[in-house]
């Protein structure tokens, strides 16, 4: 395949770090596309011990970036974890060295399909390698060789996330103490898939999308990612969380209106979904996002056997799902653990009771803070982690 170096110069003013990576060596992708002298964006909080060990790695979700713990640049919005991370918080910046970098093919300082293309001097656009999960872990590891960190105490992540842990478990299971994959699955499923499809169908259908060549015409497919958006958010809830939040209620009105305005509560949420993500999101980014995610299988890399991945593994890992997460069901976490039982791995699991559906990581539920509280505690005991 053909070599290509790629540059970026696309949000030069964005807050927090930029690192240019794979000059030396470049990282070559599961496509065969080798990316050289290419831009990773990250930000750090807590500080660093004197042994580099007390390190974690949070992998971010689909539409969620490297702004953690900190008003979000372009929304002002809180940090997509800032529940969990901060100074006394489950992840403790006064104990950790939390790190989060935007992921390959983001929209938010790391290289991805909006990035120029030094070959043309205009955005990659489609042009952009097709990328995996796997990718996008080995752009990681590349960041961690660039700060001097051999091995991380811990990777976090949910939802495709934590497809990224389960990732890093099985690539570099010598890099990291523990794994904590949350709300997440071993492969995508075909309903999963199909959600996926609708988005990107929704966006590439938009006429503003342009053959994926927006930018150069001045012009945003809104109306297609708002869709996507709004779609998606749907597998993000639960039928019960749904009907306690709005039920049937109508919006600003006593009466249905017989058009086709937002009647109902739960239309004016979606659509206020929508409307505000392409503020921050590039459509691009989406499409290649979600098809890494569709091409996720980490059993089929394996011979088909899942236990493969993590054979002879000395991580420790704490799997935990929410009992109504109908993206990501419990029984897709328990096949991680069967698998992680197969190949006798240091395993615990956790259901947590929520009404809150696949966002429930992201929300506030004391019973999750214990379990992963809990569980970090006694890994650093194991692991001789002191501050």
């Given at each position: 395949?053909e070599?290509?170096?790629v540059q ?22 599961d ?9 990773v ?12 060990s007390n ?24 940090g997509?974890?800032d529940?969990?991370?901060?100074p ?10 939390i ?13 991805g ?6 070959a ?7 042009d952009f ?12 590891a590349?960041?961690?060789d660039h700060?001097?960190?051999d ?17 890093w478990?099985s690539m570099?299971?010598e890099?990291l ?9 071993a ?7 199909a ?17 994926g ?34 039920g ?27 409307s ?8 691009n ?10 091409y ?9 056997v899942?236990?493969?991945a ?8 704490c ?11 419990t ?26 559906g ?20 006694g890994?650093a005991?194991?692991g001789g982690?002191?501050?």
């Amino acid at each position: 395949m053909e070599k290509r170096t790629v540059q970026s110069v696309t949000n030069p003013g964005l807050p927090g770090h930029q690192v240019q990576l794979g000059a030396d060596q470049p990282l070559r992708l599961d496509c065969g596309v080798e990316l050289s002298d290419f831009t990773v964006a990250y930000q750090t909080y807590g500080t660093l011990n004197a042994d580099k060990s007390n390190a974690i790695m949070i992998c971010h979700a689909l539409t969620g970036d490297q702004f953690v713990a900190e008003p979000h640049p372009l929304t002002g919005k809180d940090g997509w974890w800032d529940l969990m991370v901060g100074p006394g918080k489950t992840l403790d910046t006064n104990r950790y060295f939390i790190i989060c970098s935007n992921i390959l093919g983001g929209c938010m300082g790391t290289i991805g399909p909006k990035e120029i293309n030094p070959a043309t001097g205009k955005p990659w656009n489609l042009d952009f390698p097709v990328i995996t999960m796997a990718d996008i872990v080995r752009a990681q590891a590349m960041l961690l060789d660039h700060l001097g960190i051999d091995k991380l105490f811990a990777v976090i992540g949910g939802s495709i996330g934590g497809m990224q842990v389960l990732e890093w478990a099985s690539m570099y299971p010598e890099r990291l103490f523990a794994a904590v994959p949350i709300a997440t699955a071993a492969h995508h499923s075909a309903q999963n898939i199909a959600f996926h499809e609708v988005g990107r169908q929704a966006i590439i259908a938009d006429p503003d999308w342009q053959g994926g060549d927006y930018l150069s015409q001045g012009v945003r497919p809104h109306r297609g990612l708002a869709v996507a958006r709004m779609t998606a958010h749907i597998t993000y809830l639960s039928e019960q969380a749904l009907a306690e939040k709005f039920g049937r209620q109508l919006q600003d009105r006593d009466a249905i209106t017989y058009g086709f305005d937002a009647d109902f509560q739960v239309e004016s949420y979606l659509r206020h979904q929508g409307s505000t993500f392409v503020d921050r999101f590039d459509a691009n980014s989406y499409l290649y996002i979600t098809r890494a995610t569709d091409y996720f299988d980490l059993a089929g890399k394996h011979g088909g056997v899942l236990a493969n991945a993590f054979k002879d593994t000395p991580v420790r890992f704490c799997v935990i799902s929410f009992t109504s997460d109908w993206l990501y069901p419990t029984q897709e976490s328990r096949e991680i653990v069967h698998a992680l039982n197969a190949v006798a791995a240091n395993v615990s699991f956790a259901e947590i009771v929520s009404d809150k559906g696949h966002d429930s990581f992201l929300l506030d539920e004391p019973e999750f803070n214990r379990v992963l509280g809990g569980f970090l505690k006694g890994a650093a005991e194991h692991g001789g982690l002191s501050w």
